[in-house]
């Protein structure tokens, strides 16, 4: 007789709070990035590196102004307290074509509940270069040429 799944434990309210958040980001919620990010939270992912709410909302408010329709959906949470990872999807459009990055974060929450280190962790190569016209050509030849051969 097999067991049934159990159930994932709820996630707690600031994690929760953070998961929202980033499911709903729409541009007008770049004025209330304060209430999940502390005053001087640290942010990396593969192109920036910044400290501060406002450096973080400059990154947000770039990528609704270049991107068209992006949006977040968050595939898990693993951890919980002051340290938690999460698996992501980032959708979005591109001149007219629909694309997604996957990816995870790694985050930090101060005493608050606020995020105070976020560490983004995806591969800039496979899930975006890789994938426009010109450059994805080149990238899967230098990837085919760089691979190692697979015997039969």
């Not at 951890?79 to 959708?91: I, Q």
């Amino acid at each position: 007789m097999s067991t049934p799944p159990t159930a994932a434990p709820p996630l707690e309210p600031h994690v929760a709070r953070l998961v929202q958040f980033y499911e709903q980001l729409a541009p007008a919620d770049l004025a209330r990035l304060d209430t999940v990010y502390a005053p001087q939270a640290w942010f990396k992912d593969p192109f920036n590196e910044v400290s501060g709410v406002a450096a973080i909302r400059a990154i947000f408010e770039h990528m609704f102004h270049g991107l068209e329709q992006p949006r977040f959906a968050v595939r898990q949470v693993v951890g919980g307290g002051a340290d938690c990872a999460l698996t992501w999807r980032f959708h979005f459009g591109l001149r007219g074509r629909t694309m997604h990055i996957d990816g995870a974060s790694v985050l930090h929450f101060d005493a608050s509940g606020r995020v105070d280190r976020h560490r983004d962790y995806w591969d800039a190569a496979e899930e975006l270069y890789a994938k426009l016209p010109v450059l994805g050509v080149l990238m899967r030849a230098l990837q085919r040429r760089l691979a190692t051969p697979q015997r039969g």
